[in-house]
């Protein structure tokens, strides 16, 4: 079946990096354009990024352009999300998304200032 396992989140400190990862298994990865999205307590869910199927592509939502980085290894499966100058308003539940049809479980970020 469909597997979409995102791991990395956890506390930061405002300013610090995290990178987050999502293993995905049970259909063609190298075929589907990928995106994380994150929701916040009392806000709905945001897309965060995108890359096409072949990573050529990346585009990012206005707040975190220039911060954060898309990127993905058809080889291994596993999409990316590298997060630097993190503030607090990144704090949310961080999903990664397939072909706008599979959902990931989530992996909590939570920036202290």
């Known amino acids: 079946q469909v597997q979409l396992v995102e791991s990395g989140g956890g506390l930061v400190q405002f300013g610090g990096s995290l990178r987050l990862s999502c293993a995905a298994s049970?259909?063609?990865?190298?075929?589907?354009?990928m995106s994380w999205h994150r929701q916040a307590p009392g806000k709905e869910r945001e897309l965060v990024a995108y890359?096409?199927?072949?990573?050529?592509?990346?585009n990012y939502g206005d707040s975190v352009n220039g911060r954060f980085t898309i990127s993905r290894d058809n080889a291994k499966n596993t999409l990316y999300l590298q997060m630097n100058s993190l503030k607090s308003e990144d704090t949310a539940v961080y999903y990664c998304?397939?072909?706008?049809?599979?959902w990931g479980q989530g992996t909590q970020v939570t920036v202290s200032s």
């Open positions: 890359v096409s199927s072949d990573g050529r592509f990346p």
């Open positions: 998304n397939a072909g706008d049809y599979y």
């Open positions: 049970g259909f063609p990865f190298s075929s589907y354009a």
